[in-house]
Structures are given as structure tokens and as C-alpha cells.
């Protein structure tokens, strides 16, 4: 059984590009969150979706980032026309249910705005 | 507003000691708590999971406990090895904050062979 997969593990991007940050989660989960850890900083939550639903965006910022997480397919981030603030790790993580289950982390994607 | 402290940010031990990491959280309120272990440039990988029922867990070496009235968990590690030098990562649900973990800012461990 696969873990979470991400990919691409590393991306560089020049500023004012699309970044594209792709997850898919362990067989059998249908709960996926996202986290951003800035340099010398913690993780923090971003965005938290289940099939084809947003549940708490609470942790996004308004403008530029958007995720999915469609009926097939892995879930996406996208962030539009990225500034050098935007470089960090980003972290996907699954879980089979929500709050009461254990979550699994992928190795991230390291975006580096150029 | 949940917050999550770890102490002591860094740590440094000869290999073969026992240890101990603290964690504390402000709002008692959980679902349950987590620690993780990052390596370097890598993801995260899940050691343990305390439901808020539950005093303690192990696996292997690690033992964690949590005391969800006082707001603290300890993870214990045995006769440490310079593999486990890492960063350690204390995480909580909280029952207002839907299923997000709230993190901590990470112990490094470095275990000097």
C-alpha cells in the first residue's frame, strides 16, 4: 500500500508562473489537508477536502491559492502568479476519516520562486 | 486559539541516554494528539497517536503520554541511537477546529554516536 504520493517533489518557478502541486492520498482515504512550512517556521494548515468538496479553507490565503480534490484524480494546489513568499514546503496529508484518525504525510514539494 | 509549545527546541545527547520531549497545548479541548518525526529536506512520519480516552501509547522505544486536563504530552525515547537524530513534532486536533492539526515548532534531537 503506497503512501501519500506528491509530486513534484522539488519545483521552481520564475515569478508571476502557475505552480501546480499534485497529491494523492493512501489507498482507501477520501479526507486530504494541506500544510505550508515557510523556512524556519512550523506547519501550518491550509486547506482540508474530501471528494469533490471543499470542508475548511480557513487556513488559504484569499487571493492566488486554490485546491481541489475532484471525483478521480489526485487532489491539486494551485497557485497563481507566485511571488518569492510563496517558497516553502508544501505537505499533503490523508486520513480515512476525519478528526478521529491518524494522519499520513507525504514527502512534499519544495517550491522555489525564482 | 489553539497553541501548541514544544520545550526544548534543540537537544543534544550521547547515544545510549533516555529522553524525554515535552509538549503542552492552551485549549484541553482535543480530539486527540500526535508526534511526528521530519528528517531533514523530507516529509513527515507518524510515531504515535493518543486518542483524548487514552493515557499513553508505545511502539518500540517511543512511549508517549498525554495529560489532556493539565494540557501536556511527553514522548520517551529508549536507549536513543544516533538514527533517531531528528526533528520531533508534537500535533493536536482540537474539537473546534474541525480535523486540521495545530503544530508545534519541532525538538530537534541529535543523538552523538
Known amino acids: 500500500n503506497a503512501g501519500v504520493m506528491q509530486n513534484p517533489r522539488h519545483l521552481v518557478r520564475r515569478r508571476g508562473q502557475e505552480a501546480r502541486l499534485r497529491c494523492s492520498p493512501m489507498?482507501?482515504?477520501?479526507?486530504v489537508y494541506w500544510y505550508r512550512q515557510l523556512p524556519e517556521e512550523g506547519l501550518k494548515f491550509m486547506v482540508y477536502l474530501q471528494k469533490e468538496n471543499i470542508i475548511d479553507e480557513s487556513g488559504m490565503p484569499k487571493e492566488r491559492f486554490s485546491a481541489e480534490f475532484p471525483k478521480e484524480g489526485p487532489s491539486i494546489l494551485r497557485i497563481q502568479q507566485v511571488v518569492r513568499g510563496d517558497s516553502a514546503a508544501y505537505f499533503c496529508?490523508?486520513?480515512?476519516?476525519?478528526?478521529?484518525?491518524?494522519?499520513?504525510f507525504g514527502q512534499g514539494t519544495r517550491l522555489t520562486v525564482v | 486559539k489553539q497553541e501548541v509549545t514544544q520545550i526544548p527546541a534543540a537537544l543534544s545527547v550521547p547515544e545510549g541516554e533516555n529522553l524525554v520531549l515535552n509538549c503542552s497545548f492552551t485549549d484541553s479541548a482535543i480530539y486527540n494528539l500526535q508526534w511526528f518525526r521530519q528528517d531533514p529536506g523530507k516529509g513527515l512520519t507518524s510515531l504515535l497517536l493518543?486518542?483524548?480516552?487514552?493515557r499513553e501509547q508505545t511502539s518500540g522505544r517511543l512511549n508517549a503520554s498525554l495529560d489532556k486536563s493539565s494540557g501536556r504530552s511527553t514522548l520517551y525515547i529508549a536507549a536513543s541511537q544516533p538514527g533517531d537524530s531528528a526533528t520531533y513534532l508534537c500535533?493536536?486536533?482540537?474539537?473546534?477546529?474541525?480535523?486540521?492539526?495545530?503544530f508545534g515548532e519541532g525538538t530537534q534531537l541529535t543523538v552523538n554516536p
Open positions: 489507498k482507501g482515504h477520501s479526507h
Open positions: 493518543i486518542q483524548s480516552s487514552q
Open positions: 500535533a493536536v486536533v482540537g474539537e473546534t477546529s474541525g480535523s486540521r492539526l495545530t
Open positions: 496529508a490523508s486520513s480515512i476519516q476525519g478528526a478521529n484518525t491518524e494522519a499520513f
